[in-house]
């Protein structure tokens, strides 16, 4: 890439709240026609699934929408590698649904055990069926627990991989508190697609940073499937400058985990066996079950959609939105999830009215906090093209390379703000 070019696409603050706002405006507002309406039934009441049932009652308070959580308290992903790395308290990571209930949602507290697309209806762990004429499925992800020789449910409460929020995550930084100065902590990233990119990275600098000040005899070596990643240079040069214990060892250089060995915590790839003292195994990720229950998932474990209105490609009238989803180029993330919850409201609410969706333009913002007070970002600006969430060429960007620390402090403080502010939109 020429310098002009890296300068072309390095993104300041100021031009992602020109494109958010941008955005924003290009959303398709329906105008629903009078006296329309009707049943929709949101599965899973996290970043897009909570985000869209909000949405669709903004739209038109008539319509009736009901949002099935099998969890009272909601517990964010974003942040919780602060937490595992000693930063934050999980606490600071849970919400509750008395505000989506306030703003005109139904709430049923059950997990959805089985859905019928023909007769359209959606059944409860807890007995009751709701009907409807349009489903929403918003699940997040499951662990494909076939999908690492030895890494079964038992290997996680040993190995933790805290790829969702909760109890994997308090395992994890318990784990690192009790191990001795001097341990080997091994970190596994999984091929692509998976949830949160830039996600294995962050968490290797956290951890990093906890031994760096916490364990400064400890070693990290970070397992990977894949040769690049999400904000590659940005982390690799954070790297250098602050953890000279963190080793990254790429797909080519022999950093594919082959199976794991919960009894010894052994981790082994085609060309080594590292036995840790701590093992964050982050696995293969497939579509939450209720996909393949609605059969709405393809033989990759997640699900196509049509880009226009996140509508099933395999089944009429059941939208899936935010991590189960294939978006094309767009990544799993809370941002993402809640961008596309709106679209898929502002759609669900036009096609309820017998009117045709606006083709949209979505963002994604992904910021990494890679010590206290240094974070980087990543974003992008998609629309749908030849069938799935394409790129728009030349919007979007990474942080500058070269950046003093007083912006990498400020992108810190960026991405703070950003959790306070999608957690208050979604569940305050
Ligand atoms: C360590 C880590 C760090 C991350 N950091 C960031 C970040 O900085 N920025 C960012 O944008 N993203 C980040 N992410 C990604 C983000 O967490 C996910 O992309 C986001 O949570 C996806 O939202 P979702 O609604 O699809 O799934 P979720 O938020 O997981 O919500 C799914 C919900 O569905 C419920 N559910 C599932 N099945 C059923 C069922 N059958 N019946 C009833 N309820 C059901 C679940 O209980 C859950 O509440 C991170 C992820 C991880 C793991």
């Avoid at 941002?335 to 596309?340: D, E, G, V």
């Avoid at 942080?399 to 305050?428: C, L, N």
Wanted: hydrophobic residues 45%.
């Amino acid at each position: 890439m020429t310098q002009t070019k890296r300068i072309a696409r390095r993104l300041t603050r100021r031009d992602v709240m020109k494109s958010a706002a941008a955005a924003a405006a290009l959303l398709p507002m329906p105008a629903l026609a009078q006296g329309a309406a009707g049943r929709v039934v949101v599965i899973g009441g996290g970043f897009a699934g909570a985000s869209c049932a909000r949405a669709l009652k903004a739209l038109d308070a008539r319509i009736n929408v009901t949002l099935v959580e099998a969890s009272r308290t909601f517990i964010a992903c974003p942040f919780s590698n602060l937490v595992i790395a000693g930063m934050r308290e999980l606490t600071a990571q849970q919400f509750g649904y008395d505000k989506v209930a306030a703003a005109g949602v139904t709430m049923a507290f059950s997990a959805a055990s089985a859905v019928d697309p023909q007769g359209k209806s959606v059944t409860l762990a807890d007995g009751n069926r709701l009907a409807y004429e349009r489903l929403v499925l918003a699940p997040g992800i499951d662990i494909r627990w076939d999908g690492l020789p030895g890494y079964d449910e038992a290997a996680a409460n040993v190995m933790p991989h805290a790829w969702k929020a909760g109890e994997q995550t308090t395992l994890l930084r318990r784990q690192l508190e009790s191990m001795e100065d001097g341990g080997l902590v091994v970190i596994s990233a999984p091929a692509n697609p998976f949830r949160c990119p830039p996600g294995p990275y962050e968490r290797a600098s956290l951890i990093a940073y906890y031994l760096k000040t916490k364990k400064p005899k400890s070693k990290l070596i970070l397992l990977d499937a894949k040769d690049a990643f999400s904000k590659q240079r940005l982390f690799q040069n954070a790297w250098k400058e602050l953890y000279p214990n963190l080793e990254w060892v790429s797909l080519s250089s022999g950093g594919k985990v082959t199976s794991v060995e919960p009894a010894s915590k052994t981790v082994v790839t085609d060309f080594s066996r590292h036995q840790a003292a701590v093992a964050n195994i982050i696995p293969p990720q497939k579509a939450g079950r209720v996909a393949d229950l609605a059969q709405v998932a393809d033989r990759s474990g997640w699900c196509p959609v049509d880009p226009m209105t996140f509508e099933s490609k395999q089944q009429p009238n059941i939208h899936v939105i935010g991590d189960a989803a294939i978006m094309g180029a767009m990544p799993k993330s809370a941002f993402s999830a809640n961008a596309q919850a709106k679209v898929c409201a502002a759609a669900v609410a036009k096609l309820l009215a017998g009117e045709k969706p606006v083709e949209p333009r979505l963002i994604n913002t992904c910021y990494s906090v890679v010590a206290p007070d240094y974070g980087i970002t990543v974003a992008g600006v998609y629309r749908p093209k030849d069938g799935v969430l394409s790129d728009i060429e030349g919007a979007g960007g990474v942080s500058p390379i070269d950046a003093p620390a007083s912006t990498r402090a400020a992108e810190a403080r960026y991405a703070d703000g950003w959790f306070k502010t999608i957690t208050t939109e979604v569940f305050g």
